[in-house]
């Protein structure tokens, strides 16, 4: 079993940033598939950012597209959604997720197998 913890968030200003951690433990033995995704009261959870298994390929909501930068560190089994330029829009609680199995990025819900607890991100006007 892997376990997912994120790290992170809390309340920030319009225009300001925020750096979200998630760090996996457990059977991390291989290396995963992450991403991010975000969800609101109400709605369905949004694919918010993801990156491959080696780190060379990264996907982008368009909501995000520009503002947000997804990295890991695969050796110290940690994903990063570095978040810039927040807008009000952007508050949500945010989520990580991790895949072994696919090599390349996924952005779907369905398409990953770990999900962390959520961390709660708020962007002030």
């Known amino acids: 079993q892997v376990q997912l913890v994120e790290s992170g968030g809390g309340l920030v200003q319009a225009g300001g940033s925020l750096r979200l951690s998630c760090t996996a433990s457990?059977?991390?033995?291989?290396?995963?598939?992450m991403g991010w995704f975000r969800q609101t009261p109400g709605k369905e959870r949004e694919f918010v950012a993801s990156?491959?298994?080696?780190?060379?390929?990264?996907d982008y909501s368009d909501s995000v597209k520009g503002r947000f930068t997804i990295s890991k560190d695969n050796a110290k089994k940690t994903a990063y959604l570095q978040m810039n330029t927040m807008k009000p829009e952007d508050t949500a609680v945010y989520y990580c997720?991790?895949?072994?199995?696919?090599?390349?990025?996924?952005?779907?819900?369905?398409?990953?197998?770990?999900w962390g607890q959520g961390t709660q991100v708020t962007v002030s006007s």
């Open positions: 990156i491959s298994v080696s780190g060379g390929s990264t």
């Open positions: 457990g059977r991390t033995a291989g290396r995963f598939a």
């Open positions: 997720a991790a895949d072994p199995w696919a090599l390349g990025t996924i952005v779907t819900v369905q398409g990953y197998e770990y």
